[in-house]
C-alpha cells in the first residue's frame, strides 16, 4: 500500500492556466506538507497544514492554494501559472507538527512543467 | 534559524569503497537531524534519523551517521559502496521551535558510484 501517493505524476501545461495537484496520504497524520524542488534538486517547504488548519505559507505566491477537504488529504491549486512554477512538488506527511524528531514521509513527486 | 551545508555538491566513489558524504548543521538549541535519499525520478525516503539518544545511528542499507555537537557535524558514511547507492542525498535539520515548525533541506549531494 502506498503511503503517500500524488496524482498525477506528471503535469503540462501552458503559462496561464490552472492546475490542481493531489495528494493522499494513509497513515492517519495529522500534518501535510507541500514542498517544491526546483531545477538545482534544492527542497523548500511551501505549506503544511494540520487539522485543516494552515500552519506556516511560506513567501510563496498567492497564485499557489493549499486545500485539503480532510485530514487524509492536501490538494495544492495553481492559478496563472508562470514559467518559474516548473518544478517537481512533493506532498508529505508527519505525525503531528512540531515534535523534535518530526519524521515526514514523502510521496513520489509531481513533475510540473510549464510551457 | 537552523541550517544545513552540504559541503560536497558531488562524491564519486567506486564500488565497494567507503562513502563519505559530509554536512554542518546550525542550531540554537539540540536539533534533531535526519538524512534522506532520493533516487532517480523517486520520491524522498528516510535513511536515518538523530534525537539526541545514541550519537552514533544507524539506518537503512548499511549507511550510518555520528552526531558530533563539537564539530556541528553529521556525516553520512557507508563502509563500501554498492552501485544502487547513487542517489542524491539530503541532510536535514528540523526547525521544531522555530516559526516554521518544519524539516529545512540542506542542498543535496549527488552521489555517483563507478563500477
Known amino acids: 500500500d502506498t503511503a503517500v501517493s500524488q496524482t498525477p505524476k506528471y503535469l503540462v501545461t501552458q503559462m496561464g492556466n490552472d492546475k490542481s495537484i493531489k495528494c493522499e496520504q494513509n497513515?492517519?497524520?495529522?500534518?501535510m506538507y507541500w514542498y517544491k524542488q526546483d531545477s538545482k534538486k534544492f527542497l523548500k517547504i511551501m505549506f503544511s497544514?494540520?487539522?485543516?488548519?494552515?500552519?506556516i505559507n511560506e513567501t510563496v505566491p498567492n497564485r499557489f492554494s493549499p486545500k485539503s477537504p480532510d485530514k487524509a488529504h492536501l490538494n495544492l491549486h495553481i492559478n496563472s501559472l508562470e514559467l518559474g512554477d516548473s518544478a517537481v512538488y512533493f506532498c508529505?506527511?508527519?505525525?503531528?507538527?512540531?515534535?523534535?524528531?518530526?519524521?515526514?514521509?514523502f510521496g513520489p513527486g509531481t513533475r510540473l512543467t510549464v510551457l | 534559524a537552523q541550517s544545513v551545508t552540504q559541503l560536497d555538491s558531488h562524491v564519486s566513489v567506486s564500488e565497494g569503497t567507503p562513502v563519505l558524504l559530509r554536512c554542518n548543521y546550525s542550531?540554537?538549541?539540540?536539533?534533531?537531524l535526519f538524512w534522506y535519499v532520493q533516487h532517480p525520478n523517486k520520491g524522498l525516503q528516510l535513511l536515518l534519523k538523530?534525537?539526541?539518544?545514541?550519537?552514533l545511528v544507524k539506518g537503512i542499507n548499511g549507511f550510518e551517521a555520528e552526531f558530533k555537537k563539537s564539530e556541528t557535524s553529521f556525516h553520512l558514511t557507508k563502509p563500501s559502496a554498492h552501485m544502487s547507492d547513487a542517489a542524491e542525498y539530503f541532510c536535514?535539520?528540523?526547525?521544531?521551535?522555530?516559526?516554521?515548525?518544519?524539516?529545512?533541506f540542506g542542498k543535496g549531494t549527488k552521489l555517483s558510484v563507478k563500477p
Open positions: 508529505a506527511s508527519s505525525q503531528d507538527y512540531g515534535r523534535k524528531n518530526n519524521e515526514q514521509f
Open positions: 497513515l492517519g497524520h495529522d500534518t
Open positions: 497544514y494540520n487539522n485543516k488548519e494552515l500552519i
Open positions: 542550531s540554537s538549541y539540540s536539533p534533531s
Open positions: 538523530y534525537t539526541s539518544a545514541a550519537t
Open positions: 536535514v535539520v528540523s526547525d521544531y521551535l522555530g516559526s516554521q515548525g518544519n524539516l529545512i
